[in-house]
């Protein structure tokens, strides 16, 4: 019984996973070719699926070069916008893969459709642009409501779920949590980490659930004393995430 995650640095600032269990390989989202041959090749492994979270080009463009013989998981609801499925997920499927349940979560909010890939027994949760580490993707095409809907469903997740996410993005989310919180002392510890992990060029994910609870403004916005710090301790929690996220869209 053999069970491995392989994060591939991918583009810019992307992130690709290769979930690997008892001899099948799965690919959590497509954002470059080279990396992903490379990584696959390195260690023997070819895709016997590829799972993508949402449509946007950074996470879906190299599924064409990568697929022969791979089964393609999707969301239904971005069928017609996403490369061709073999299977298109709703909201709460499940799978199995290698012997293993995953569950598809509908995090919408980013865009419309953006699903997650959740392994309850391996405590590992694919978020994509959705959940990320120290931040959340930027609205484009859901609500604020929504987006705030999707992260409780991930924040009520156990908490020692690992969570990878789909950029490097860490540092700069940090800066600006630290404008909401600047006197939380987890978050503190956690900067320091984070600058010590990117000053030697090791990625921040996959990032553990209770740490993202403790350090995460986006996750926090149902605190009284991060509503007090805003001005708004009688707002409701979709309002403070509202307004977290118009500050972090004007950082
Ligand atoms: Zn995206
Ligand atoms: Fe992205």
Redesign the pocket.
């Known amino acids: 019984m053999s069970f491995e995650i392989v994060t591939v640095p991918c583009r810019e600032d992307?992130y690709a996973y290769l979930v690997h269990a008892d001899g099948k390989t799965a690919l959590v989202d497509a954002?470059e070719t080279a990396p992903l041959k490379k990584a696959l090749a390195d260690r023997g492994w070819s895709l016997d699926e590829i799972w993508i979270t949402?449509h946007?080009d950074?996470?879906t463009i190299a599924v064409a070069d990568l697929r022969s013989g791979a089964v393609v998981r999707g969301a239904k609801a971005d069928e017609y916008r996403l490369p061709e499925l073999d299977v298109a997920h709703e909201d709460e499927d499940t799978f199995e893969f290698a012997g293993r349940e995953v569950s598809v979560v509908d995090v919408s909010g980013?865009t419309v459709g953006h699903i997650a890939f959740y392994m309850a027994a391996e405590k590992a949760a694919f978020t994509?642009?959705s959940l990320m580490a120290l931040g959340c993707?930027r609205v484009f095409e859901g609500t604020f409501d929504q987006m705030w809907a999707s992260l409780s469903k991930l924040a009520a997740l156990p908490s020692e779920t690992m969570i990878y996410s789909?950029?490097e993005y860490t540092a700069a989310n940090g800066r600006f949590a630290a404008t909401i919180e600047p006197e939380n002392p987890e978050l503190k510890a956690r900067l320091e980490r984070v600058a010590a992990a990117r000053a030697t060029g090791q990625a921040t994910v996959p990032s553990q659930l209770s740490e993202e609870l403790a350090t995460n403004p986006f996750l926090r916005a149902g605190l009284a004393s991060v509503k007090s710090s805003l001005n708004m301790p009688d707002a409701n929690d979709a309002e403070v995430f509202a307004e977290i996220r118009r500050r972090k869209d004007s950082f």
Do not use: E, K, L, W
Request: net charge negative; proline share 8%; no cysteine.
């Open positions: 992307n954002p949402h946007h950074d996470h980013h994509a642009d993707g789909g950029h």
